[in-house]
Structure formats: C-alpha cells, structure tokens
C-alpha cells in the first residue's frame, strides 16, 4: 500500500485518481481549494491550497507519492506554475515521486513532432494548454534527484465525454494516442487507471506518455 496525496482532488481528473487509488487499497489523501460534493469513501480530505506551504508540508510529509491535478481556472488561471514551484520546492531531498496531469495539447501528433498545440488548436484552450507545457518545461529543468512523470490525456478528455472504466488504454510514449478512425479519447476513469498504474509500476522516470484507447 501506498500513501499518495492528490492535488486538486475534488476536480476532473483528481477525483478519478483519488477512486482508484482508493479502490486498490492505498491510502488517499486529497488536497483542494472546495470541499467535495462526492466524497469517495476510504479517502481523507484536506482543504487548502498547494500554495500553502505549511498545510502541503503536512500533507506530503511521508507520502510515497504526489499528483497535481491541478487546473489553472479560476482563481487558479495564472497560479498553477507557482504551485508547481511550491510542491517540487517541499519534496527537495524527499524520496516521493511526483507526477503531473497536463493536457493533450503538449502531445506530439507524429514522433519528432509537432505538437498538437501548433497546428490549428482550439483559442479557448489556448491557456490551459501552454501551463501544461510550461509545467513540463518546468519539471525537465528540476535536478535529477527528483523523480517525476507526466500524464498526457487524449484529445477528448472532460467532463463532458466522461466514459466508462474499462481498465484499458494505450501508452503512445510522447505521441498523441488516436484509435484506428482517428479519434482520440480516455475516460476519467481509465487515465486514473494509467496514472495509478505509474505509481505502482514506475515505467517513465523523469519522462511523459500519453493515454488514450
């Protein structure tokens, strides 16, 4: 069993990240700004923000693991970089792993490039995806004691087109995953199926893949 802490917990991807790992037995600790209006049963809730360095001291002290699921909306929108910088700042020395919930829009539509953000990419994106990317940049300039991964979705990935777990996906390294019609899609539940399978199975050290069917 693993003690991992989630941040943004009570979010999209958090939520389906706590579930899961809730389901196989780890101990779950989930950190947001709002206190959830669907608990998942077995997971411990704190409320506050990664920017709060006394609070995710506490939080993150012992944790094998921690996941920013952070979205920058809100009063988020220009803040989660800082609270990159807060959480990589804390885990200095630790022996906890990090990992990060980006976007799709950092993924490559075909090895060596380009990204799915340079082509003709949606403007109400625009922001969510460039702090991903810079999130990444972020992490790839951290020293090499810290051990971190990075999760991109698919394309379709939200609330919106939320799926089902089936408890399979596809890893396409750094290369947008698209089905046989060219669609790319991953459930809530079964990105949270890749990321927990990270923590458990450490495949991409100081790396990204991508998730999709």
Do not use: C, N
Request: net charge negative.
């Amino acid at each position: 069993m693993a003690r991992i802490v989630v941040l943004g917990g009570t979010g999209y991807a958090g939520r389906h990240i706590v579930a899961e790992a809730v389901s196989r037995g780890h101990e779950v600790i989930a950190i947001s700004r709002s206190t959830p209006s669907d608990a998942v049963e077995g997971a411990s809730y704190v409320q506050g923000s990664a920017l709060e360095t006394g609070a995710l001291a506490s939080a993150v002290d012992g944790a094998d693991a921690v996941v920013s699921a952070l979205s920058p909306r809100g009063d988020m929108t220009d803040r989660v970089l800082d609270a990159l910088r807060v959480v990589i700042a804390e885990l200095d020395g630790a022996r906890t792993r990090l990992g990060v919930v980006g976007g799709a829009g950092g993924s490559l539509v075909a090895p060596g490039g380009p990204r799915l953000f340079d082509l003709d990419f949606p403007e109400e994106y625009t922001h969510e995806a460039q702090v991903g990317i810079d999130s990444l940049a972020l992490l790839e300039s951290t020293d090499e004691s810290l051990d971190w991964f990075f999760v991109h979705p698919a394309e379709v990935f939200g609330p919106w087109a939320e799926g089902e777990r089936t408890g399979h996906y596809r890893d396409g390294g750094d290369v947008i995953v698209r089905d046989d019609e060219g669609k790319s899609f991953i459930s809530g539940a079964d990105f949270a199926v890749a990321v927990v399978d990270e923590i458990e199975r450490p495949a991409h050290r100081r790396g990204r893949f991508t998730v999709g069917y």
